[in-house]
């Protein structure tokens, strides 16, 4: 149909056809309607919004990085408790590499990282699981043994 073509309904709306039927149209063209009804797309929910935050607040330090800046966009609860959390833990992992490379210069101590490292590496895994677990349910459960220092050492960060 060209631009300077008007159409014209020549019956009454009662008697156009239903979904699914043929429309008649001009010069033996056949307008079939859309069987269903145009949905506009749900813009993604604030729920799913925060868990994004939260879930690459612990996915390296780039998906860190990432969770900052999506966070600075939209401030939400859940994504700023995970940011304070994921922050402290990655805090606590870097204090103990530096413990554990200072022990292992030490002749006689350093035989204890040979123990206490795959420890230490080990139970920061199992932190780390849990506060992905809990940013995944979208829950604000604090990583066990030292999430609530987390809570209270960065209760002004990503406010």
Excluded at 18 to 23: C, I, N, S, W
Excluded at 30 to 51: H, Y
Excluded at 93 to 102: G, K, Q, R, S, T
Excluded at 131 to 153: F, H, S
């Amino acid at each position: 149909m060209c631009a300077s073509e008007t159409l014209t309904l020549d019956e009454p709306l009662s008697k156009l056809p239903g979904v699914g039927q043929l429309l008649p149209a001009s010069r033996g063209q056949t307008i079939i309607p859309m069987s269903d009804p145009v949905t506009p797309v749900a813009p993604v929910s604030g729920a799913a919004e925060d868990r994004t935050v939260a879930i690459l607040t612990y996915v390296t330090i780039i998906g860190f990085i990432i969770a900052i800046v999506m966070h600075g966009n939209k401030k939400t609860a859940l994504g700023a408790f995970h940011l304070r959390q994921g922050l402290g833990l990655f805090i606590t992992a870097v204090v103990a590499w530096f413990a554990c490379m200072v022990i292992a210069f030490i002749p006689v101590l350093n035989l204890i990282t040979f123990i206490l490292g795959p420890a230490v590496t080990i139970g920061l895994f199992v932190l780390w699981l849990m506060g992905i677990i809990a940013a995944v349910n979208g829950q604000q459960k604090p990583i066990p043994l030292l999430g609530e220092k987390y809570r209270e050492w960065f209760a002004g960060a990503f406010v």
